[in-house]
């Protein structure tokens, strides 16, 4: 495993429309699986790369209200879509949709996560861009587990003035029904 966090270069990487990034990890979000569009794109070696924690590729203007939500939503074993923007090893940003989803035993019991990701449409990201930007302001002006309350509250009054949930919200910019 590399010895410190990259910071962001302001580099935008991209990935082909026919390809998915697929991962998979353990209750604990550490990864068990990594496909080569995954490996390639965030430019970590398989070996780096399984065992470590999911959020190696975390992007620091991610909003942690977003990561609140899709851990509530996949602990109560739901499914989530999501707008992610990812740091790759080197630096460079990706973004994608997500799609994530609990992944179940013989019994019914969550065992691990599953995630498939897609390239996003750039009006999509353009508008979720504006929105995480938002949260991560009030993040950022309240700090520490404040900061994470109030960004999660002026989402949720974000999207109770759209009339909408979350998944809504996505299901709009991914049929790039909606503005920022």
């Not at 508008?127 to 938002?134: D, E, K, S």
Request: hydrophobic content about 40%.
């Amino acid at each position: 495993m590399r010895e410190t966090a990259p910071r962001p270069t302001g580099e935008v990487r991209t990935f082909a429309a026919q390809e998915l990034i697929v991962t998979k990890t353990d209750l604990k979000g550490r990864l068990t699986y990594a496909n080569d569009v995954f490996l390639r794109i965030s430019v970590f070696s398989e070996d780096e790369a399984i065992g470590q924690p999911h959020n190696i590729i975390r992007h620091p203007d991610m909003p942690k209200a977003i990561f609140k939500l899709l851990w509530e939503t996949l602990t109560a074993g739901q499914e989530i879509f999501a707008y992610v923007v990812n740091l790759a090893s080197d630096g460079a940003a990706y973004w994608v949709l997500a799609h994530v989803t609990p992944s179940f035993d013989a019994r019914g019991r969550i065992v691990g996560y599953h995630s498939s990701r897609r390239l996003p449409d750039p009006a999509a990201v353009k508008a979720a861009a504006a929105l995480y930007q938002r949260l991560r302001a009030e993040e950022q002006r309240v700090g520490g587990q404040a900061g994470l309350n109030a960004s999660w509250q002026l989402l949720q009054d974000l999207l109770a003035e759209r009339g909408q949930t979350y998944d809504q919200y996505v299901w709009e910019l991914t049929n790039e029904r909606v503005s920022a």
